[in-house]
């Protein structure tokens, strides 16, 4: 079973985890997740397209992340997450999180922070093995196509992130 770890309103550590996806949180307790911006030497970002059968957002488009696990630093997953979705190994290239912003769902149990990285990234387009769990399909797409998909409501996170891309 995936365990995440509790965070106060501090972002620091509480010493207490959570299920997966349980939603238990109170109002001013956290988990953390992390988003992993790949732009290749070119200047393109990859970003992919969420598969069709998930409950949220089915069928958008987004950078590659997810939940840190219980114990893992914010840098180790953003690793985890970049290579379980796409098959690129970031962990050698330096990298600080550029943006870092919550959300809060009062009442629902799911308050979050995010943590978004930034990494460029040499790398042949062949060498992308997207997560088909996970992801419906993969582009390297320009900033503007990017503006476009969020202008029109179909990217992930676009306003709470853009920084990073600029």
Not at 13 to 29: A, F, H, I, Q, V
Not at 32 to 50: A, E, K, S
Not at 52 to 69: D, H, I, N, R, S
Request: negative net charge.
């Amino acid at each position: 079973m995936e365990r995440w770890d509790i965070y106060d309103s501090n972002k620091q550590l509480t010493g207490r985890t959570m299920k997966r996806n349980d939603w238990c949180l109170k109002d001013g307790e956290y988990h953390l997740t992390v988003l992993g911006v790949v732009q290749h030497t070119d200047g393109r970002y990859l970003i992919t397209r969420r598969v069709l059968t998930k409950a949220w957002a089915a069928g958008w488009w987004e950078v590659p992340g997810g939940a840190c696990m219980a114990g893992e630093s914010s840098r180790q997953a953003v690793n985890r997450e970049v290579f379980e979705e796409t098959g690129l190994d970031v962990s050698a290239v330096p990298g600080e999180p550029l943006v870092t912003y919550h959300r809060e769902n009062p009442g629902e149990g799911d308050n979050y922070f995010v943590d978004c990285y930034r990494f460029t990234l040499d790398f042949e387009p062949s060498s992308v093995e997207v997560q088909e769990a996970e992801v419906l399909e993969w582009k390297l797409a320009t900033l503007d196509e990017i503006k476009e998909l969020a202008a029109q409501g179909i990217f992930l996170h676009y306003d709470s992130i853009k920084a990073v891309f600029e």
